[in-house]
């Protein structure tokens, strides 16, 4: 059984920094890959990045400004982000599965319950 459960979203105001964690129970190790993905009010969810066997991956809009970042020792996934801006406003989840990454949410089987983040200008 996989469970995921997001910390660390708050009120930032814009150029502000946060750092989300992602802390993953895993009891049969199946999940080999972890995303971040978000969702604004009246938006579909989009990727944000994603991590698989040491390589990362970014959507455009957060490169340079967002770090992906597996923690093995406590069993985390987090996501580092700088220079916020209000369109990153959004609840952020994080999602894992047993296969390699793709884009696309509906890949994910596994999902957290999302953390707010709320960046104001």
């Known amino acids: 059984q996989v469970q995921l459960v997001e910390s660390g979203g708050e009120s930032v105001q814009a150029g502000g920094s946060l750092r989300l964690s992602c802390a993953i129970s895993?009891?049969?190790?199946?999940?080999?890959?972890w995303a971040w993905f978000r969702q604004a009010p009246g938006k579909q969810r989009e990727g944000v990045a994603a991590?698989?066997?040491?390589?990362?991956y970014y959507a455009d809009s957060v490169k340079g400004r967002f770090t992906i970042s597996q923690d093995s020792a406590k069993n985390t996934v987090n996501l580092q982000m700088n220079s916020l801006k209000p369109e990153d406003t959004a609840t952020y989840y994080c999602?894992?599965?047993?296969?390699?990454?793709?884009?696309?949410?509906?890949?994910?089987?596994?999902w957290g319950q999302g953390t707010q983040v709320t960046v104001s200008s």
């Open positions: 999602a894992a599965d047993s296969r390699p990454p793709l884009v696309e949410s509906t890949w994910y089987n596994y």
């Open positions: 895993d009891s049969t190790g199946v999940t080999v890959s």
């Open positions: 991590i698989y066997g040491g390589s990362t």
